[in-house]
């Protein structure tokens, strides 16, 4: 079985352009959670998922940034038109369970803008 | 707003000895306290977690004091070992999925 999959692990992008990460949980998880981690800091907490749906959003900036999980594929997290400050790991998380202590992480993808 | 923090940005051990890594939170409405251990270029790897009704849990070589009086955490490694050489995280949980993170411990192993 496998764990939590990122891709692609490293992302190098240029101010103004768009960045895609994607992320399959682990087999038989519906909860997908994002976290974003700059260097020398904990994660901060962006947006939770279930298939189809957004749960809980209020850790992801209202512009430029979307994430999605649909019914079919990996969980998507968007950043549109890159900025310096956008470079950081980012980490995603699944569960079958809802609740923090059932999360497991993926290896992350880590963005660099240029 | 509410946040976690650690004491100690970098702790250095010598192998084979205890080591204890500490955290304050300041949400007393968080439910569950969980310790992480992060390599280098890796996701964090969960390592314990302790109820907010519990003051203390073992698991394999590491054991979480949990002190709300205080408002503190910690976590004890028995008998360290170059593997444990991590970044560690204590998160709690305000509501039921959401983890709150602290900055972080580096564990240094020395030989």
């Known amino acids: 079985n496998a764990g939590v999959m990122q891709n692609p692990r490293h992302l190098v992008r240029r101010r103004g352009q768009e960045a895609r990460l994607r992320c399959s949980p682990m087999?038989?998880?519906?909860?997908v959670y994002w976290y974003r981690q700059l260097p020398e800091e904990g994660l901060k907490f962006m947006v939770y998922?279930?298939?189809?749906?957004?749960?809980?959003e209020s850790g992801m900036p209202k512009e430029r940034f979307s994430a999605e999980f649909p019914k079919e594929g990996p969980s998507i997290l968007r950043i549109q038109q890159v900025v310096r400050g956008d470079s950081a790991a980012y980490f995603c998380?699944?569960?079958?369970?809802?609740?923090?202590?059932?999360?497991?992480f993926g290896p992350g993808t880590r963005l660099t803008v240029l | 707003g509410e946040s976690v923090g650690l004491h100690l940005p970098t702790l250095s051990v010598q192998e084979g000895d205890n080591s204890i890594i500490n955290c304050a939170y300041s949400n007393s409405a968080s439910d569950y306290f969980i310790w992480y251990k992060q390599e280098s270029g890796k996701g964090p790897q969960f390592i314990i977690d302790?109820?907010?009704n519990m003051d203390k849990r073992q698991g394999q070589r590491v054991t979480v004091l949990l002190n709300k009086t205080v408002k503190h955490l910690s976590l004890q490694i028995a008998a360290t070992q170059p593997g444990d050489s991590a970044v560690y995280f204590c998160a709690e949980t305000p509501r039921y999925y959401q983890l709150i993170w602290g900055a972080g411990t580096k564990l240094i192993i020395k030989p």
């Open positions: 998922l279930q298939k189809e749906n957004i749960i809980d």
């Open positions: 087999k038989g998880h519906s909860h």
């Open positions: 998380a699944s569960s079958g369970l809802l609740g923090a202590n059932e999360q497991f």
């Open positions: 302790i109820r907010s």
